[in-house]
């Protein structure tokens, strides 16, 4: 269940367009002093995006490990499906909320909501404690890290335009969740690890594609200011959930049951 609510934030987030749709600039109309502003907030637009969804994986993991070391908390949410359903439910409301009125909220604001949506992944995510061993959780963990952070690099260093692979991933994407949603009821492991081993490979392109068009929007903002700021947020957001997904896709394929 955790992982469709994943999924959909995912799937929310694309959608919503927050982060990939951007107004272009024209460069060419801009003052020399404006240019050299704007050359200036790249780098610390980027630098944010991957601060702040350090911290996010930071304080989702500690929460989680928090959570599942905590009889009282898991006893509140586990053994009551209106509070964990509840938790679920948040989670798409954040994403919705803080996607939608980006534009609407204060950076404080929108930077108080992507920690409260990270502490309440953190919790829902626990689980993992309780269906996998710690050392393959961390073993995992060191994979996904690797992975991604190569096919982040491969995103922003690379010249080749990777636009249509958004729109393949975006598809591919829509039939993990409908095919995730479908095994809920029919419990069948192969298409288990076929969603995952396809999920493994949406979540790898995606980083990339990700990584791409977060870098070509700041490469033409304007300024460090708080509008930007906030849209480094919604990309720390869509980095933070391509991080997850591709940690559970691989999870389910690698980590060592407790059974």
């Known amino acids: 269940m955790q992982i469709n609510a994943y999924l959909c934030g995912t799937f929310l987030i694309k959608i919503l367009k927050q982060v990939m749709d951007y107004e272009e600039l024209n460069y060419g109309a801009l003052s020399r002093e404006q240019q050299l502003e704007s ?24 929460t989680a490990y928090y959570v599942a070391t905590s009889p009282a908390l898991v006893s509140l949410i586990f053994g009551n499906s209106v509070v964990m359903w509840g938790l679920i ?25 992507f920690v409260l949506y990270s502490v309440v992944n953190g919790a829902t ?21 690797g992975t991604f ?17 958004g729109r393949i991933l975006f598809m591919a994407l829509i ?30 392109g995606l980083t990339a594609y990700d990584s791409q068009k977060i870098k070509e929007m700041f490469l033409q903002a304007p300024d460090a200011g708080e509008g930007m700021q906030k849209l480094a ?5 869509t980095l933070y959930l391509d991080f997850i997904n591709l940690f559970l896709h691989l999870l389910r394929i690698l980590g060592s049951s407790r059974d």
């Open 39 to 62: 050359s200036m907030a790249f780098p610390t637009l980027m630098r944010k995006v991957y601060v702040w969804m350090s911290l996010a994986l930071v304080i989702t993991g500690l």
């Open 89 to 113: 439910i948040g989670e798409l409301a954040l994403v919705i909320g803080l996607s939608a009125a980006i534009n609407k909220l204060s950076l404080s604001a929108a930077t108080l909501m």
């Open 233 to 237: 947020l919604l990309g720390a957001l």
């Open 149 to 165: 952070a190569a096919m982040a690099a491969y995103g922003y260093f690379t010249k080749k335009d990777l636009t249509s692979w």
């Open 175 to 204: 039939g993990i969740i409908i095919a995730s949603i479908v095994n809920i009821f029919l419990k069948s492991s192969g298409l288990n690890l076929i969603v995952s081993y396809l999920g493994v490979l949406v979540f790898v």
């Open 125 to 145: 995510l626990s689980t993992i404690f309780f269906a996998y061993t710690t050392s393959s959780i961390a073993s995992v963990f060191f994979i996904t890290a």
